[in-house]
Structure formats: structure tokens, C-alpha cells
């Protein structure tokens, strides 16, 4: 069964940086996409980030050039390096494990493995 446990979220004041960490167990994390998700109140979960397992790497327009994904495959681990935060960056932050690819190796949707989430605040 795969785990995923993330960390690294907090209190931040706006124009901060965070970085986020997703650690996975019971699964072939090298073979498999990776993605971030967020939610904030009130809304649906909507993507933030992918990289597959050959390093493609997508991002929401909001996001890309503030916000940048890495894997570590020897450590099981994917994180979301978070920059020049803004309020409208609160939420609650997800890790997908095993998302789907399309016909071109791109990212394509999520699979059913969530982590537990972890709470980014951003303060004016």
C-alpha cells in the first residue's frame, strides 16, 4: 500500500519561500509521476505541479515562475520549492503518487493516492 507523508508547510509572511516534502513508501516511486495539489477553503483541489518519472515537469500558470518541482528517487521524495508566496497561495498542500501520463509523457490526472496534506498560510 502506498503511503505518502508530507511536511514543510507553515506560517509565512507574503514574498516568503517554503519548501515543501512528500515522502512515499510501498510503491515504485522512481517509475512513477509525482504531483502537487492545493485546496484552499472553500474551493476545489485544483494541480499545482508534476514531474514524471522522465522529469517533465508541468506547472498552473499561477505558479510557474514562482513555484519549481524536484524528485529525489533515492530518497523517495518529491518537493515543492515555493517562492514569492502570496495570500492567494494559502491552502491545504497534496502529494499524488501515480498520476497518469498521456500519449506524449505528459502528466495527465491523479491517481487515488493522497497524502494527508500539509497547511501553507500566507500573511499580508
Known amino acids: 500500500q502506498v503511503q505518502l507523508v508530507e511536511s514543510g508547510g507553515g506560517l509565512v509572511q507574503v514574498g516568503g519561500s517554503l519548501r515543501l516534502s512528500c515522502a512515499a513508501s510501498?510503491?515504485?516511486?522512481?517509475?512513477?509521476?509525482m504531483a502537487w495539489y492545493r485546496q484552499a477553503p472553500g474551493k476545489q483541489r485544483e494541480f499545482v505541479a508534476s514531474?514524471?518519472?522522465?522529469?517533465?515537469?508541468n506547472y498552473v500558470d499561477s505558479v510557474r515562475d514562482r513555484f519549481s518541482i524536484s524528485r529525489d528517487n533515492a530518497k523517495n521524495t518529491v518537493y515543492l520549492h515555493m517562492n514569492t508566496l502570496k495570500p492567494e497561495d494559502t491552502a491545504i498542500y497534496y502529494c499524488?503518487?501515480?498520476?497518469?501520463?498521456?500519449?506524449?509523457?505528459?502528466?495527465?490526472?491523479?491517481?487515488?493516492?493522497w497524502g494527508q496534506g500539509t497547511q501553507v498560510t500566507v500573511s499580508s
Open positions: 499524488n503518487f501515480g498520476g497518469k501520463t498521456d500519449y506524449s509523457g505528459r502528466y495527465a490526472s491523479p491517481s487515488n493516492y
Open positions: 510501498g510503491g515504485r516511486f522512481s517509475f512513477n509521476a
Open positions: 514531474m514524471t518519472s522522465d522529469m517533465i515537469t
